[in-house]
């Protein structure tokens, strides 16, 4: 599949296609001609790409966990994992603070003990 064929696939631009193959992550074949030509599993791996970059993976860290016995691969899994459950906690937080702030009978949210709990 050519590159603009697999960008519009895979909803992004075909300078991103181009950068990650500079960057060595997904690297197309090429045509007798030259052209970039993406095979479904290049296009899985681009999907595979994008799903790593959803949660919030750098290029650098996505080319470390691609294959299983790359060194350093589990302390980058270990780590993003790590990232996501402080997020998660976060969000909980953020949740809990405007579920509060959303019922509360205060005036002013500085006046409410409990909001000012959240924000101390």
Not at 29 to 47: I, K, N, P
Not at 73 to 88: G, P
């Amino acid at each position: 599949m050519k590159i603009g064929d697999a960008a519009a696939q895979l909803g992004v631009a075909t300078h991103v296609l181009r950068h990650w193959e500079h960057e060595g992550v997904v690297v197309p074949d090429r045509t007798a001609s030259g052209h970039r030509d993406y095979s479904d599993e290049q296009l899985g791996r681009c999907r595979t790409v994008l799903s790593c970059q959803g949660v919030g993976m750098s290029l650098a860290e996505i080319r470390l966990i691609l294959r299983r016995g790359e060194a350093g691969r589990a302390e980058v899994i270990a780590a993003r994992l790590s990232a996501i459950r402080a997020q998660r906690t976060a969000l909980d937080s953020a949740e809990t603070f405007l579920l509060h702030v959303r019922e509360c009978r205060h005036d002013l949210m500085t006046r409410c003990p409990e909001c000012s709990e959240y924000a101390g």
